[in-house]
């Protein structure tokens, strides 16, 4: 399956509009399998999952029309030309909030202390169902104010992993944790990050945010600059990437000490993203200063443990997850390569912001 390419730009209704035209087909798709599995989750008929989503969902509203307020008129471009209700778009940037389902992903950012050329590195396994693979593109955006961007991402999402004209590349990880609320969806944060233009608006966004749940995020910069922030709803912390160490790895349990008491709350499988970070810092190490583009593809190909491994495959009748893409930026140069399906055996994309 050849990966899709759409580029979107203009002001924010614009941008909305050519995205549901555009991805029209895969966005009703895409919301039918959000609608499953929320009703799976909440082990209901799908009409009532349906029923109970539109109420819970017009609770998040308000947070990002204060916050953001352009990008709900985006998703007011993308109802219009989806033929999918607005309230219905936002359940699918808060699917995670309401599916109520775990995902998973590995990643790591590594700065000139672990790299070969100096270059700093963000690079990540997307792992989510298999059905999503068919809902992945590249979408290149281009507002008519702040950075253009370039995502990998599901179609009717407003943002993902991705690589912005600033210099800021950001990937994202799945955590649990108390607490979860009405607030600005996961799914959307990654958008809100990538509009900023430098590390301390991405920081000043975590302060000044009323996050709807947890997530982690590993952040890279053309100045050199590569961290990670795991959050929670109402808090979050910065794990650099200090010199001595020139990486910082996540998969899908919290680091910080601050915040490791969560683990053992909220874990529904510890052994999987504890295995992963290990063999992921693991192979870090092991070839620290000599990391460059071609090692990080191997290391997110990687099969060690398998079915615990970095590069995860479905298992029939056990699980259908896998590395729907692998993403992999270079903030300096204003690069980012991906796949759509596992880094092992699918072709490799670039793409620039």
Known sequence: ?????????????????????????????????????TSRSLRSSLDEAEGKALVEIRKYIP?????????????EGIAAASGLAVEKVFILNADFELELEAGE?????????????????????????????????????????????VMSVLGGHLGSIGLNSAGIAMGHNFL??????????????????LEQENLQGVINLMSQSHRASSRNFLIANSTGEACDLETTPTGYRILW????????????HYVHPDFVHFNDECLDAPGNTVWRHRRMEHLLALHKGKIDVAVAKTM???HADHPLSICVHPIPGVRDTMSIS?????????????TLGNPCCSEWREFRP
């Not at 979860?180 to 958008?191: A, F, V």
């Not at 692998?326 to 991906?338: C, D, G, H, T, Y």
């Open 176 to 193: 649990r944790s108390p607490g979860w609320r009405p607030g600005i969806p996961r799914g959307i944060l990654p958008r809100l990050i």
């Open 326 to 338: 692998s993403i992999i930026a270079l903030p300096a140069e204003k690069r980012m390569i991906m």
């Open 105 to 149: 992903c590995t990643g790591f950012v590594a700065n000139e202390f672990a790299t070969v050329h100096g270059e700093v590195i963000m690079a990540q396994n997307r792992d989510r169902t298999k059905h999503d693979l068919e809902h992945t593109v590249a979408m290149r955006l281009v507002p008519d104010k702040g950075p253009s961007t």
């Open 241 to 252: 990437a200090e010199a001595e160490r020139g990486y910082v790895v996540h998969a899908n």
């Open 300 to 302: 997110l190909s990687d």
């Open 1 to 37: 399956m050849p990966l899709e390419f759409h580029e979107f730009g203009g002001k924010p209704y614009d941008i909305g509009y050519q995205h549901g035209e555009a991805l029209r087909d895969m966005i009703q798709d895409f919301y039918q399998d959000v609608l499953a599995r």
């Open 63 to 75: 947070y990002l029309a204060q916050k953001a307020p352009h990008l709900v008129t985006e998703v």
